[in-house]
C-alpha cells in the first residue's frame, strides 16, 4: 500500500489547500491542547465542518492533542476527547502518558497516535505504546532509517508515522525550555517563541560592550537549524516501514503548504526527479538537509540569520475560469507583460503564459494588479480551476 501523505493544517482554508494539491490527511489543532498556539487553530464549529469535508473525500483528519499537560488541563480535555469522538476523527495526537489513559478510558473508539514529543527512539517503546492501545506512533526525528527499520520489523502491526519536511527543533524532538526560560512562553503547552532562531549576543561581565558571538565566519545564529527534505529518500523510508510520510508546517503559509504538498504528492506517485527537488526550493524555506536520516550528522545548523524567500513568488489565487479568461485574487503585485506561472495539481502545472487584457472587478481595462486581495481578470491560454494558484520566478530559477 502507498504511504500516506499527511499534511499541516492551521486553519480551515488550510485544510482544504491540502486536500486540494494532494494529502492524504491532515494534522491539526482545536483552539486548546496543541503545540501550535499561534496557528488560527479551529473552533470546534470548524473541527465538524473540516472532519465532514475531508471524509466526503475519502481523507483523514487527526488532531493534535499533544500537550504536556498538567491537573488543571483534564477535567476539559475529557469533554474535549468526547466531541473529537462524536465528530468522527480519524485520530488523536497525544505525548503524555497520563492524558492517553484518559482518552482511552473516556473515548475508547478514538485512535491514538504517539506523538513525536513522546521521543519513540526504540522497539520496545512502540511495543510498550501498542501493548497500551495506541495505533500509531510517529517517531522521534532523531532516527536513521536503518533504526526505523528495525522498530518496524520488531513491530509489524504499528503505523509508524516520520516527518519527511519541514522545520527542526535543535532539542530532542521539541522537548524544550529555552522559550520558556527566555520569554515566559511555554514551548511544550504550545507557545515556543523559537528562542533558537535568535541571534544571540555576549556581554561583559562588568556591565560593559555587547559582542556578537560569530561561530567560524559564518554567522551567529548557532542553534539555529536547518530544514528538513526527505523528497529524495521517500522509498527508503517507506521501504523501512514508514505509512505516513509528515510534513511540518502549521503556521506556514497557504502558498507554502501548495509548493510542499504538491510536490510530495507528485514524488510519490511519480517518482522523485531533479525537478521536483527544485521545486521545494520555490516556498520560503532554509538550507535543506536530511537531519539523522543516515547516521550522525554534524552537518545541521542554519548560520543564516533566516529563511530564504524561495525561488518564487506568491501572486493570486484562481477563482473561476470561463471562456479564455482566469479570475484571479491578488496576493501580492503584478502588472501587464509579466509571465506568471501556475501551480495546479491539474496537468496545467508548471505552464506559463504573460498577463495580458487586464481588467479589474468592473471590467475596466488596467495595466497594474495593485490592490490587495482585489479581484481581477485576465486572459489565460490554460483551463485553470478554483484553488489554483499563480506565481512568479523571483531568481531566473527554471522548473
Excluded at 466531541?83 to 505525548?95: H, M, Y
Excluded at 509489524?156 to 535543535?170: K, N, S
Excluded at 555576549?202 to 560569530?214: H, K, N, V
Aim: glycine share 10%.
Amino acid at each position: 500500500m502507498k504511504p500516506e501523505l499527511l499534511a499541516p493544517a492551521g486553519s480551515l482554508s488550510k485544510l482544504k489547500t491540502a486536500f486540494y494539491f494532494g494529502a492524504d490527511a491532515v494534522y491539526l489543532g482545536g483552539k486548546n491542547f496543541s503545540l501550535r498556539t499561534f496557528a488560527d487553530n479551529f473552533t470546534e464549529e470548524e473541527l465538524v465542518e473540516g472532519i465532514a469535508y475531508a471524509h466526503a473525500r475519502g481523507k483523514k483528519v487527526y488532531v493534535c492533542a499533544n500537550i504536556f499537560a498538567k491537573n488543571a488541563d483534564f477535567a476539559e480535555m475529557g469533554v474535549y476527547f468526547k466531541k473529537l469522538c462524536e465528530a468522527g476523527a480519524d485520530g488523536v495526537l497525544i505525548s503524555d502518558p497520563g492524558v492517553f489513559r484518559l482518552c482511552r478510558r473516556l473515548a475508547p473508539d478514538l485512535p491514538v497516535h504517539i506523538s513525536t514529543q513522546a521521543n519513540t527512539l526504540n522497539a520496545e517503546a512502540a511495543a510498550f505504546w501498542t501493548e497500551q492501545g495506541a495505533t500509531r506512533v510517529v517517531l522521534a526525528r532523531e532516527l536513521s532509517v536503518s533504526e526505523i527499520e528495525e522498530i518496524h520489523k520488531a513491530n509489524p502491526a504499528l503505523e509508524l508515522e516520520a516527518f519527511v519536511h519541514g522545520a527542526m527543533c535543535i532539542s530532542y524532538s521539541g522537548r524544550c525550555y529555552l522559550s520558556d526560560f527566555l520569554d515566559g512562553r511555554a514551548s511544550n503547552r504550545g507557545a515556543c517563541v523559537q528562542a533558537c532562531r535568535w541571534n544571540y549576543r555576549i556581554a561583559r561581565g562588568d556591565g560593559g560592550d555587547w559582542y556578537d558571538l560569530e561561530t567560524d565566519g559564518k554567522g551567529t545564529y548557532v542553534m539555529n537549524s536547518k530544514d528538513l527534505n526527505m523528497s529524495a529518500h521517500l522509498g527508503e523510508l517507506a521501504a523501512a516501514g514508514v505509512s505516513s510520510f509528515k510534513i511540518e508546517g502549521r503556521m506556514k503559509s497557504e502558498y507554502y503548504l501548495a509548493t510542499v504538498v504538491n510536490a510530495y504528492r507528485r514524488i510519490l506517485d511519480g517518482g522523485y526527479s531533479a525537478a521536483l527537488g527544485r521545486e521545494l526550493t520555490c516556498a520560503a524555506h532554509r538550507d535543506y538537509t536530511t537531519a539523522y536520516a543516515f547516521g550522525e550528522n554534524r552537518e545541521t545548523v542554519s548560520y543564516g540569520n533566516s529563511q530564504t524567500g524561495g525561488a518564487c513568488e506568491y501572486v493570486a489565487n484562481v477563482i473561476g475560469y470561463r471562456d479564455g479568461e482566469v479570475a484571479v485574487e491578488m496576493r501580492n503585485r503584478f502588472r501587464e507583460g509579466d509571465e506568471l506561472e501556475i501551480l495546479s495539481p491539474s496537468d496545467m502545472f508548471g505552464k506559463r503564459f504573460t498577463v495580458a487584457d487586464l481588467r479589474d472587478r468592473a471590467g475596466a481595462r488596467c495595466s497594474d494588479a495593485k490592490l490587495v486581495q482585489a479581484e481581477y481578470r485576465m486572459a489565460c491560454p490554460y483551463p485553470l480551476e478554483k484553488g489554483d494558484i499563480l506565481r512568479r520566478r523571483t531568481n531566473g530559477m527554471e522548473s
